[in-house]
């Protein structure tokens, strides 16, 4: 059974900084391109970043240079750290596992809450 178990949100003023965790069981973790989405209020859901099995990233354009997205295979994890954060950037953030280099992401964890106080 996939799990994919998000951490990390919270409450935080404009321009700080928070990092997600991602924690995985159930799968082989190595072999899993990772994703980070986000869905606002209102919204539709969008992807905020991704990382292939080998380490290739892959961010939208309006988190570049803010948002950072690593993984540990070791751990099991992967991780998004977000500097310089914007009330835009309130959202419930999901990451999501895929089998396959592309396509549709196949797993996906519950999201945790992130708050952006201006």
């Known amino acids: 059974q996939v799990q994919l178990v998000e951490s990390g949100g919270g409450l935080v003023q404009a321009g700080g900084s928070l990092r997600l965790s991602c924690a995985a069981s159930?799968?082989?973790?190595?072999?899993?391109?990772m994703g980070w989405y986000r869905q606002a209020p209102g919204k539709e859901r969008e992807l905020v970043a991704q990382i292939s099995s080998g380490g290739t990233t892959y961010y939208a354009d309006s988190m570049k240079g803010r948002f950072t997205i690593s993984r540990d295979n070791a751990k099991n994890t992967v991780y998004l750290q977000m500097n310089s954060l914007k009330p835009e950037d309130t959202a419930v953030y999901s990451c999501?596992?895929?089998?396959?280099?592309?396509?549709?992401?196949?797993?996906w964890g519950q999201g945790t809450q992130v708050t952006v106080s201006s």
């Open positions: 159930g799968l082989t973790f190595a072999m899993y391109a």
């Open positions: 999501a596992a895929r089998a396959a280099p592309y396509g549709p992401y196949d797993y």
